[in-house]
């Protein structure tokens, strides 16, 4: 199969391009970029048939996205989301490639789970999917899963997300074992005695809620503790879903100490709205880590900025209906993330806070060079993970309308202008309106 | 004129009028408590439920006897606190009661924004009587209507609230009301209990009990729960009472008018002395009987809204 896309503005960091080209894509992978000077000697030598040309005039043209963060939810959740509602709704969202956390049921902490998730993948998926492992059997904390033989099987990192590991023992020599894979060990940042019964960002917004705060201290105390164990072990450390102001200056600085091997991610929830959007009690609004103060998430925007900060992913988590509809204590956290993901983080483009660029990074370079991965690029060879984005339409956000079993997101309703409307994912074009 | 809610879900939503008037109304339902026959036929062929997750029998019993007086129907509705998590769906249960015909429904729940939810998913006027540690409008406007009934005004009055101001819907809701009315608020009690971001509220926060009741005009104690003991929170109930206990001793810093208030249940010897309860200065007991005019003034409000 051939197809050109044309006219779009290519934007691929790995290439250093940022221009109007024809994007060549022959059996499934990316053939040529070829820019508007060397295009127009050719061209007419070009239209060759079965060559399927997509127009892509105005609009952008990026490599597929790359998400780090997802719970696809199956095995065990599949009234939830399984792996292909969740695939399905990534590739909805200009992502094609996703990385899916191990809290299932069972949970992902040895390969016979990971061969199952692959296998489904492999025969329901719209995209890739990259599991992670759980870096304890269990998630409990006690004894280190399989790492070697999971990682053979294809986890691309280790996370007991949601479950973080408490006991400092344990997480070092997890760091210290995972460096015979040259694999990140992705720690969700929580200190659960702190955070216990927390069901929001700590403040006056809690406090007359009659709410139970998380305060930001909890997720700093482990970045700080698992800063330390990195700069011990010399382990891969990535930090999920940062939500603090307090987080992004520790990431920094141990940046610039240059004493470990540490990246770090956000997600559009923790730049785009504020503790505010939980109003009277929405429990789409509750997430964990929790929708910080406005401070925090200037605070998300500048780390995004200067680097600090190196990926953007959606910590996609569907749930039921039913389960958000209720007492608030009781919902689930999480927000059904992968379908406004890159609508949002464009905003940033707009603010002046990333380039386009700088976007493509964050979204799908960086976290491919994170996991080790040969994806988020356009260059020739690679495969041809590609969507096509209008920046020039505005359009409301409609829940209902997900691809996702979620439609748990507190930002129905919101008007926004980035909206894939091409991606190609496993040698299928998926095209809307 | 009238209230714009068809709920009364907090204080945070009223205003100084809204508040006013169910103080004005409550003043003539007191009157008719007065008479012989105590009973209006204002609400006749209405039907109030009783939702109760947490058992109450003081404010159950106050809101059941308040209904009657409005002449309407009244059903009670326990449901168990262990069957909260794993039962039926509050929405399922609150749909359940709106098919009865409801036209009231005073709930109580462990869980804050409860009641908004209730309100919001219903036709039915919904009064919160207490949710999670948000709200419990009905107690403070007694508190307010009290307070007025003595000293005739409450604005520019200072008003000390001693005890575990972060777990308490009480305080929070008197809090809001007092500023709405233009009273002063002092918070008192340990900073494990008491949010220093209150503060942006335009309150002050004392951990020493001395300063902090120095001229009140109005002391309002809180039930402290036992079960935080050893919690982390406090370390006994033995120092608790000895740093933030209310005794003869301390209530002689506050004003000589100052006013005791409390709203029950009381544990004496831990936040209270039994002096100070049962003394002159003590107005628990008419908080209890105001309780009775306040809630039949919200309902017969409500209802005015609905028709
Ligand atoms: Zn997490
Ligand atoms: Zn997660």
Known sequence: MKVVIKNGRVIDPSQGIDGVCDLAIEDGKIKEVKSEKSRGKSQKHENNRGTKEIDASGKLVLPGLVDLHVHLREPGYEYKETIRTGTTAAVRGGITSVCCMPNTNPVNDNSSVTEFILKKAASEGACRVFPIGAITKGQKGEELAEMSIMYEAGCVAFSDDGRPVMDSLMMRRAMEYSRILKVPLISHCEDLALSAGGVMHEGLLSVTLGLKGIPPQAEEVMVARDIALAELTGGRLHIAHVSTEGSVALIRSAKKRGMADVTAETCPHYFSITEEAVGNYDANAKVNPPLRSRKDAEAIKQGLHDG??????????????????????????????????LGLSMRLVDEGVLTYSGLVEKMALKPSGIIGIDRGTLRPGAEADVVVVDCSREYRVDAGEFLSKGKNTPFGGWTLSAKPVLTISLGRIHEWE | MGLKSKDLIGIKALD??????????????????GRDIKKVPALRGK????????????????????????????????????????????????????????????????????????????????????????????QALLDLFTIREKKGIIRGLEVAIVGDILHSRVAKSNIYALKKM??????????????????????????????????????????????????????????????????????????????????????????????????????????????????????????????
């Open chain 1, 308 to 341: 600090t900060i190196d990926v953007i992913a959606t910590d996609h988590a569907p749930h039921h209906r039913d389960e958000k509809l209720g007492e608030f204590d009781f919902a689930p956290s999480g927000i059904s993330g992968l379908e406004t993901s």
């Open chain 2, 16 to 33: 100084a009028a809204d508040i006013e008037q169910i103080l004005d109304t409550a003043a003539g339902f007191k009157d008719v408590l």
């Open chain 2, 47 to 138: 039907t109030t439920v009783n939702l109760f997750y947490e058992p109450s029998t003081r404010t159950r019993t106050s809101f059941e006897l308040a209904a009657k007086r409005l002449s309407t129907d009244v059903i009670n509705f326990s449901v168990s606190t262990s069957s909260v998590v794993k039962g039926e769906s509050l929405r399922d249960t609150a749909l359940t009661i709106q098919a009865l015909g409801a036209d009231f429904i005073i709930v109580r729940h462990s869980c804050s924004g409860v009641a908004h939810f209730l309100a919001n998913n219903l036709d039915a006027s919904v009064v919160n009587a207490g949710d999670g540690t948000n709200e419990h409008p009905t």
């Open chain 2, 182 to 307: 233009g009273a002063g608020v002092r918070l008192i009690g340990p900073p494990t209990l008491v949010p220093d971001v209150l503060r942006d509220l335009d309150v002050e926060i004392y951990s020493d009990m001395e300063k902090g009741l120095k001229g009140a005009d109005i002391v309002m104690m809180l039930r402290i729960q036992v079960e935080r003991q050893g919690k982390g929170f406090f370390p006994t109930t033995v120092e608790y009472f000895r740093n933030w206990g209310l005794t003869p001793e301390r209530l002689a810093g506050a004003k000589k008018s100052a006013l005791v208030m409390h709203p029950g249940p009381m544990n004496r010897g831990v936040e209270i002395s039994s002096d100070v309860a049962d003394g002159m200065r003590s107005v628990i007991l008419d908080q209890v009987t105001n309780g009775l005019a306040v809630r039949m003034a919200v309902l017969y409000l409500l209802a005015g809204v609905r028709e």
